[in-house]
């Protein structure tokens, strides 16, 4: 069977993850349960650097790799990637206090989104972080203001909308025209933005952010949003304004569908470092950031769901299992596809539906998808959820978040505990004429 991922393997008939037995990690952390692999997120972090190795060979710029958290934020991945070398790309408070927890260097910090508050950037300017990728004129004047108030200067680079079509889900496209995200180019907001940015005192501009979206499975808008860029960075020069950084973003897809290849860190390096080196007669080359999130750590990780009902419908033959889309909602959300497998391989195949158990029509996993015949009690592994996972997971239905297990060289360990019933109801206040 093709599981297309680097560190599961089908053995004596079982699924294993990192080498532990799938069924025996449910049996003993219970379920639903999300499985992370340690080896794979090695794995997928090295490749980028193996393949942006020759950014810094032929320029001799930095090559940074600010991991987003909002992938997935459990303070065991934050520290793995942080002890690997790796930076941190955050878009809130709470992301930017897991980094520092984390203890990732404040070099390697870059802090995104829309809606920047007032307590985020003191907390950014406090922890020297390397930029705010700004995103409106009036956050640039916040930051600016701000740090006068600290008596600091604060890095800034600028977010710009290139209006690139990343050929991907509408919801997750982010560097369209229509996007909320990022300063418009054309109609010179973002020139004017950093215009402004030179005039302030307490603002230090460092560089050219973009992100044009998620899941990207085609290299082309890559290499056109990196033209975009280049192009802008050009015009800045014109100006007699130097860049120091160029954050191209995250967005490298992962293969979902396990028939379908898709490029890879390799594919993006070349793509990338060819496009920016057109450019080196007419700019000085700038250190490169980017900011994956799903392409480091979705294919490490395994949701197990337990088989607890079976139902023969006229047109479906249904699988209960005890996961359900608060635990892992990108199928209900975007209508992905995640790969499903019965941890246990049989003689029989059957087609069947498998669906978690909420009051929600859309909590679905995967419609008549062909598994290996599937019967009560059995574990089903959903496929590459270690991204976008956990993060979006919630209590909905008064369900608990999931246990978390890591798994790797060094053994098994439990990396989130489960949410109790008390947990639930843990921040709710009855007012007194209520008790
Ligand atoms: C600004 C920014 N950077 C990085 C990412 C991470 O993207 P991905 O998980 O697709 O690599 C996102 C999410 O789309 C983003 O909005
Ligand atoms: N949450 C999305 C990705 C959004 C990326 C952030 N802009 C997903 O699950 O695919």
């Known amino acids: 069977m093709f599981l297309g991922n680097d560190t599961v393997e089908i053995k004596n008939g079982r699924l294993f993850i990192d080498g532990y037995d799938a069924i025996e990690l449910a049996e003993k952390f219970g379920t639903p349960l999300y499985v992370m692999s340690e ?25 940074i790799v600010a991991y987003a958290y909002k992938a997935n934020a459990n303070l065991a991945i934050t520290r793995l990637l942080a002890k690997l070398g790796c930076g941190a790309d955050v878009v809130s408070g709470g992301e930017l206090y897991i980094a520092k927890l984390s203890n990732v260097p404040s070099e390697k910090i870059v802090f995104n989104g829309n809606c920047k508050t007032k307590e985020e950037i003191i907390m950014g300017i406090e922890a020297n972080i390397r930029a705010f990728n ?7 004047i916040l930051i600016n203001e701000t740090a006068k108030e600290l008596g600091e200067t604060a890095n800034v680079a600028f977010r710009i909308n290139p209006n690139v ?20 180019v054309e ?15 307490n603002v230090n501009v460092v ?63 070349d793509a990338i470092i060819n496009t920016m080196l057109k450019y080196k007669d007419k700019v000085e080359m700038p250190n490169l950031i980017l900011e994956p999130g799903r392409s480091l750590v979705a294919t490490a990780g395994y949701l197990l769901g337990k088989v607890h009902h079976i139902k023969e419908t006229p047109v479906t033959k249904w699988v209960m299992i005890d996961a359900g889309m608060n635990d892992m909602m990108r199928p209900a959300m975007y209508e992905a596809y995640h790969h499903i497998i019965n941890c ?12 978690g158990g909420l009051c929600e029509s859309s ?40 246990r978390m297990v890591l798994t790797s060289k060094k053994g098994v360990f439990l990396i989130r505990e489960k949410e109790t019933y008390a947990d639930l109801i843990a921040k709710d206040i009855v007012p007194p004429h209520l008790l």
Not at 43 to 57: C, D, L, P, Q, T
Not at 166 to 179: R, V, Y
Not at 188 to 199: N, Q, R, V
Request: hydrophobic share 35%.
């Open 39 to 63: 080896e794979q997120i090695k794995i997928n972090y090295n490749k980028y650097i193996e393949a942006f190795k020759r950014w810094e060979e032929e320029t001799g710029k930095e090559f």
């Open 134 to 140: 700004v995103d409106s004129i009036s956050e640039l």
């Open 165 to 184: 079509n990343p050929k991907t889900h509408p919801k997750i496209s982010t560097g369209l025209k229509k996007n909320k995200f990022g300063l418009d």
């Open 187 to 201: 109609s010179g907001l973002a020139l004017k933005a950093i215009k402004m940015a030179l005039e302030m005192e």
């Open 207 to 269: 560089g050219v952010h973009c992100h044009i979206g998620s899941q990207l499975t085609d290299i082309s808008p890559f290499v056109e949003a990196t033209e975009k860029v280049m192009e802008f960075v050009v015009k800045l020069k014109e100006e007699g304004i130097e860049v120091r950084d160029v954050n191209l973003g995250g967005g490298l897809g992962v293969p979902y569908y396990k028939d379908k290849e898709i490029p890879t860190q390799k594919d993006l390096a």
């Open 344 to 355: 246990k391989v049989k003689d029989e195949k059957e087609k069947v539906s498998v669906a």
């Open 363 to 402: 909590d679905v996993f995967g419609r008549d998808r062909e598994l290996d015949k599937v019967e009560v009690g059995d574990i089903l592994a959903i496929f590459d959820v270690g991204a976008y996972g956990i993060s979006m997971a919630n209590n909905y239905n008064a369900r608990g978040r999931p």
